[in-house]
């Protein structure tokens, strides 16, 4: 059986933001570049065009053909108190990946590898953590920076308003974004080692040692990052900006989020806002995912209900 979850009716995205994406973010929306970027982006089309890729190459997520991540997306929707819930759509590829897109109407894209490769429980984590994107718009900036290596060819003018500098600032305000994403993705999972064995999968702990993953080593090398001050990090990630790099630094979201929860910030949270969810009682057949009744046969492909959650083979 899952476990009840507490969702947070009435939660707030800046009751767990990261406090250095606020004043990147506040420096963003004062650029005056970065604004006449936006309003060439929304009259050439450009998100439209960018969304339909996703929308004619990948399979919609629906009650009527994934069940379970429908529920999982609804019920990640719920717990942060998100009213309009995204569609989400399938990417056929094998490795563990999420994203968030778009400026106006943001989708969420999942790899099918992430179905395969997580946990139910770590799917809240990571679905979670990409609502948690959708829900401080986050995908705006995300959008452009996206963008921008391909912007210069489809739209020029707005390449060249584009500096170098601010793509820093974009890199900068998405690498703290991230550190809030991970923190809506916690209070969706709502359990510290789901949120761990996830960031591990992510970072590329191989799939035939699963049952042997070791969450402590993992906790260990948050030590490389002891001596990391803000002004340390901050030429850390200017330097992997102007190298074009995109690394998710998984190691430091962990440090990240563990200080976070250890500071009781988790904790609070879902004393102020808590409420329990009496309705996560569904089950769903292990071989092809359609919601069965507890201890029957599935009416759809035959499969003996045994217990086991949906993708745990």
Not at 43 to 62: A, C, D, F, P, T
Not at 119 to 141: M, N, P, Q, W
Not at 198 to 210: D, F, R, T, V
Request: a neutral charge; proline letters at 4%; one cysteine or more.
């Amino acid at each position: 059986m899952e476990k009840e979850r507490i969702i947070l009716p009435g939660l707030e995205a800046l009751d767990y933001e990261h406090s250095g994406e606020k004043e990147l973010q506040a420096a963003l929306n004062s650029n005056k570049m970065i604004e006449r970027a936006f309003a060439m982006i929304s009259e050439y089309g450009v998100e439209r065009m960018v969304l339909l890729q996703h929308i004619g190459s990948n399979i919609e997520v629906k009650e009527t053909n994934l069940p379970q991540l429908k529920k999982i997306l609804d019920e990640t929707c719920e717990t942060l108190s998100i009213k309009t819930i995204p569609r989400m759509y399938l990417s056929q590829n094998p490795s563990i990946n999420a994203s968030a897109l778009g400026i106006n109407n943001p989708i969420i894209v999942v790899n099918t590898g992430t179905l395969e490769k997580l946990s139910i429980d770590e799917l809240y984590f990571v679905i979670g953590h990409e609502a948690g994107h959708i829900k401080s718009k986050h995908t705006r900036y995300a959008f452009l920076q996206m963008i921008l290596p391909f912007l210069g060819n489809l739209v020029p003018a707005v390449g060249s308003l584009i500096s170098v500098g601010i793509q820093v600032l974009l890199f900068r305000y998405q690498r703290m974004a991230e550190f809030t994403a991970d923190r809506a993705g916690m209070l969706c999972c709502q359990n510290l080692d789901t949120a761990t064995t996830s960031l591990m999968k992510i970072a590329g702990y191989p799939k035939q040692y699963y049952d042997q993953i070791n969450k402590d080593d993992f906790i260990k090398q948050f030590d490389d990052f002891k001596d990391y001050n803000e002004k340390m990090y901050n030429k850390a990630l200017n330097l992997i900006a102007n190298m074009q790099m995109a690394h998710p630094w998984s190691v430091l979201r962990g440090k990240e989020l563990f200080q976070w929860v250890n500071d009781k910030k988790y904790e609070e949270l879902l004393s102020k806002y808590g409420k329990n969810n009496n309705n996560n009682k569904n089950c769903f057949c292990v071989n092809c995912g359609k919601e069965l009744v507890p201890g029957k046969s599935c009416p759809y492909c035959g499969e003996q209900y045994d217990g086991t959650p949906w993708n745990s083979r």
